[in-house]
């Protein structure tokens, strides 16, 4: 706005400011405005029609809002503020006006560790009188400089929240001038990091604060498989052995376990463990089998618990790992407990327990660790007999138990002579016997197909079952309505 005039009411001065009001605009001017021929005001209001300015002129011919000006140092002394606490402060002059100014300095500021001649400051307000509001702001350091990196001794460590509203945590740090700094902590350092400790760290920049970044840190969520498990014949057995294997997840388990990464735990649950837990399967060692069970939930757990989950930086992928590591959790302790079923001959008492509370988990279990050449299919089927309907996750659930199925029943049947299926051909008892049992898996497969509303996949099962029924008769006619 133009000043049109300069009035004083009540020992305050005040401009009148150009506009189409009959009675001028008037906003409160400071001392060192006088001279100004404008001055930038802002509409806070309107009263009967006309606007309420308020001065917001922020810079003057000598000094501007956010500006870095370099000053001569006169001396060091004592600062007192209006709640009668005391501060270090540095004197300084103000170049032209030959006036000084008192500002508050930062602990590498005083007389002692010192050693440059000015100190650059930062404008941030100008008093009434013109004089400029000011903090330091100098990249410089009498002992360090920024790009280079230093040594630091843990003190503590303290929480924090940023404007946004994120928690965080600093590490408070001392130097061997006893100045203190911080330092952002890595998620899990509270827990590895002892008081007295050194970390290295780089200088990133210099001004109101030393603004630090750690250097050659050590992952903070590396623990040594004997920290979580303290068994060394476990160690030897079911990891040690592993490292030097020439397979590709074995080769980077043992590439994170030198370099002293955290996430050693997710390629040793993810891939050994379960390769492990696979070959001992195949080999029907069941009991090796609970044996590496329970150190993947030992593992799992200890995923939980550790705080290990706050490595992964994304929220996204934590939640899921997350969700993951107790469904892996829950999936053992079932596998666990069929096995047992199995091992004690408690068929009987396993098909009890899914008439309480059906889970189809527990038949792929059961399937995949018995030997399919003796499951008894038929009680089987007399079980799918009760079932009418089944929940959405079930129904996930019973198309992976079909596919399982379905090549366990290939792995059966290249075992037998392939004579067996020549439809010219004649069978005997045992022949028979065996033809019986890979159509009843069939018939298993579409009783399953039909729970899971596998409409085409059940009516594939169905020529196929009709069309190996033939082989068990000698009826040509029933035989030409099976086909």
Do not use: M
């Amino acid at each position: 706005f133009q000043i049109k005039n300069i009035i004083e009411v009540d020992n305050r001065k005040y401009f009148e400011i150009e506009s189409d009001f009959i009675v001028p605009l008037t906003v409160k001017a400071l001392q060192w405005q006088l001279d100004l021929k404008t001055v930038r005001c802002k509409v806070v209001g309107y009263k009967r029609g006309r606007p309420r300015l308020k001065n917001v002129q922020v810079s003057n011919k000598y000094w501007a809002i956010n500006e870095v000006y370099e000053f001569k140092i006169i001396g060091f002394g004592k600062l007192i503020d209006k709640s009668e606490n005391e501060f270090e402060c540095v004197e300084l002059e103000v170049k032209d006006t030959g006036d000084t100014i008192e500002v508050r300095t930062l602990p590498w500021q005083n007389a002692k560790d010192w050693k440059f001649e000015t100190i650059k400051c930062k404008v941030i307000g100008i008093y009434p009188d013109g004089t400029p509001k000011l903090i330091t702001f100098d990249s410089r350091h009498p002992h360090y400089s920024i790009g280079k990196a230093y040594d630091f001794s843990v003190i503590g460590f303290q929480d924090k929240t940023s404007y946004k509203g994120f928690d965080y945590k600093i590490i408070l740090l001392s130097d061997k001038f006893n100045n203190q700094y911080e330092v952002l902590a890595i998620p899990n350092q509270e827990n590895r990091l002892e008081t007295g400790e050194v970390i290295s760290c780089s200088v990133e920049n210099i001004n109101t604060r030393l603004h630090l970044k750690q250097v050659n840190s050590k992952d903070p969520f590396f623990y040594e498989f004997d920290v979580i498990v303290q068994d060394d014949f476990i160690k030897q057995k079911f990891f040690t052995n592993y490292l030097n294997d020439n397979d590709e997840y074995n080769l980077k388990l043992k590439s994170q376990y030198e370099q002293n990464s955290g996430f050693w735990v997710f390629t040793y649950c993810n891939y050994i463990l379960t390769k492990i837990k696979y070959e001992e399967a195949n080999r029907k060692n069941l009991k090796e089998v609970i044996n590496v069970i329970e150190l993947h939930n030992k593992f799992e757990n200890w995923i939980l618990s550790s705080g290990i989950l706050r490595a992964i930086k994304d929220d996204e992928e934590r939640k899921l790992t997350k969700l993951k590591t107790k469904q892996i959790i829950v999936n053992n302790n079932l596998e666990k407990s069929i096995i047992n079923y199995i091992l004690n001959f408690k068929q009987k008492e396993f098909y009890k327990e899914q008439e309480k509370k059906l889970n189809f988990r527990g038949f792929f279990y059961f399937l995949k660790h018995s030997h399919f050449e003796t499951f008894d299919e038929i009680e089987f089927l007399h079980f799918l007999d009760k079932i009418k309907t089944i929940d959405k996750e079930q129904k996930y659930i019973l198309k992976w138990l079909i596919v399982y199925i379905n090549k366990s029943l290939e792995i059966y049947k290249s075992s037998l002579k392939q004579e067996h299926f020549v439809f010219s051909q004649s069978l005997n008892n045992i022949q028979k016997k065996e033809i019986t049992k890979y159509i009843n898996w069939l018939y298993i497969q579409i009783k399953l197909s039909s729970l899971a509303d596998l409409v085409v996949e059940s009516n594939i099962l169905s020529s196929k079952f009709y069309r190996f029924n033939t082989l068990l008769n000698n009826n040509s006619a029933l035989n030409e309505k099976l086909l």
